[in-house]
């Protein structure tokens, strides 16, 4: 396996890598990792809507959420939370706090497009209907949680998620075959969903799909049956109630790997 030090000299060529991208490339990248991410949390959920036991559905829901990641790095595609480690060639003087923004800005966008294709997806090709419209309550209900954090919940759980996300990133990094960064990205990821903690890419996903959702009576009728109180769950509340504490708690969690990781091995 790499050392940290190897770690950290292979990830100053990538980070310069990412950030030297055009444009369409990160936004093409990016739309691949929102649905690689989108698509994961698509399987958890149908997992877990399967097991009639919470905690059991739980579990078995964060083991196949990491497929997600997974595919991202295995596969190839930016995500915007894995590339907060970008922190670390910007530190050493590799690139520029411009070039940084611009691949966290278009990459982000990307991830937005590709989390909303397998939202629509979901709910317009009526997979939601699975179990009885179980999957339909079951998308709306996580919508609604989401929503409904205070903003100091949203932030602290996106520091935490995106902690263990870049952890993930490094794990995998540290592994030198294939099945090494599978089983280095599954365990904090696996850790971070069991938690509750929060991923900006993956709230796009399960807040997208909650929303569309609304737009099907039958749906909607499933949650009301359910006893779910659908309120919270609005366009406004996603952007500015969730989305935005999540993304800014992410890049603290993401950053904060980066800096402790330059200062302790690489900083002269």
Known sequence: MNTVGEILNNYMTTGKG???LPVWKMLVLGTL????IGLAGLGATTAGVSIPLVSVSKFVGACIFPAGLIMVV????ELFTGNCLLVIPLLEGETGPGAVLRNWLFVYIGNFIGSMIVAAGAVFSHQLSLFGNGMS??????AVAKCS?????????????????????WLG?????????ILGIFWPIMLFVLCG??????????????LLAMGNPDYVAAATA????????TWSNFLAADLLPVTVGNIIGGCGVGVAYWACFRKK
């Open 74 to 77: 295995i596969a190839g595609s």
């Open 226 to 233: 359910a006893g779910i109180d659908t309120t919270a769950l």
């Open 18 to 20: 990412k950030c030297a």
């Open 173 to 181: 990094m540290a592994a030198k075959d294939a099945p090494g960064k």
């Open 149 to 169: 954090m205070t903003f100091g919940d949203a932030l602290i759980k996106g520091i935490f998620c995106n902690f263990l996300v870049c952890i993930a990133v």
């Open 137 to 142: 309550s079951a998308v709306i209900s996580t």
């Open 33 to 36: 990792a929102g649905m690689f």
């Open 197 to 210: 903690f929060e991923h900006s890419v993956a709230n796009m996903y399960y807040i997208g799909a909650g």
